[in-house]
């Protein structure tokens, strides 16, 4: 039985993905990743991002765990237990300002958010949740439950251009497609034959196409671009053998969530490519032999 996330806790944060991860419990969409501000650092004024609690109950137990090092990533991450009632939760990527024993309520502040070095250098700070079974290990990285997304998603059409409006290192943010009414819902890229597509396509081996409001899930192919990306089982997709171009170059690949920011937009993965503020993009995707795969 999947444990449902509703809009009282997904509107907390601007961006939610079950997919977009190389990590065992994303790998079915068992574990969903929530974004609650903008950026890879502090919020405002230096102080450090502050975790918002997506789950109320009684805190069972706090660790510091070891993360494998990267040069922009900080060498410890956390793991929080909590007793929702039915379920224990786990959360990754806070340092605790709570302790076991304390009751928390949806909303509540859990402590800074950490850069662990579990993240990929495009990846966002957020907050990782999954939940396991009262009587399962909480511990193990495997065996958590499946997850149900309870709030409507509208999926956008994409025709593959834009123009950059932010860059980093290692990613490239397009103008395109624009969030029609910023704030109100999530929205996410449109497969061509229906549902958002959610997860790195195609650095990881799968993803989601998450059923749109009104509409289901489906199995059966999947495209993007008017190319093949992939085959659904349910809301999960195996991606195809593809590489993805950005103005002819290729990149490392497109990173699909659901947003209801006003600055959305296709997220291009681009390491070892660098693109201007303002540069126009065309997207393609074409089969690929040698695909990037990361995970």
């Known amino acids: 039985m999947a444990v449902s996330l509703g809009a009282d806790v997904l509107s907390q944060y601007r961006r ?33 991002s502050i975790a918002p609690s997506p789950v109320a109950g009684e805190v069972l137990d706090t660790r510091t765990v070891r993360a494998p090092p990267k040069s922009h990533a900080e060498a410890d991450d956390h793991l929080l237990l909590v007793d929702t009632g039915e379920h224990v939760a786990r959360v990754l990527h806070v340092e605790p300002t709570v302790s076991p ?9 859990l402590g800074r958010l950490v850069r662990a070095g579990f993240f990929a250098p495009w990846v966002d700070n957020h907050v990782h949740l999954e939940f396991r079974s009262p009587d399962a290990n909480s511990y193990r990285a495997s065996g958590s439950l499946p997850l149900a997304v309870e709030c409507p998603i509208v999926g956008l059409d994409w025709d593959g251009t834009g123009r950059v409006v932010e860059t980093g290192d290692t990613y490239a943010v397009l103008d395109a497609p624009s969030h029609p009414d910023p704030g109100e819902r999530f929205v996410g890229i449109a497969a061509d034959d229906g549902g958002v597509l959610d997860g790195g396509l195609i650095h990881y081996t799968g993803g989601g196409a998450l059923a749109t409001d009104g509409d289901r899930e489906r199995d059966g ?63 393609e995707l074409h089969p690929s032999d040698d695909p990037i795969r990361l995970g």
């Open 221 to 283: 192919a999947v495209s993007l671009l008017g190319r093949a990306v992939g085959h659904a089982s349910g809301r999960d997709v195996a991606w195809e053998s593809l590489d993805v171009l950005a103005n002819g170059e290729r990149i490392t690949g497109l990173s699909l969530f659901c947003g209801r920011e006003a600055d959305f937009g296709a997220k291009l993965v681009c390491p070892d490519t660098e693109f201007a503020c303002g540069e126009r993009v065309t997207v």
């Open 101 to 109: 024993g304390d009751s928390i309520a949806v909303g509540d502040p």
């Open 16 to 48: 939610f993905s079950l997919y977009n991860s190389p990590y065992v419990a994303h790998e079915q969409g068992h574990a969903i990743d929530l974004y609650p501000d903008a950026g890879l650092g502090p919020a405002t004024d230096g102080e450090p």
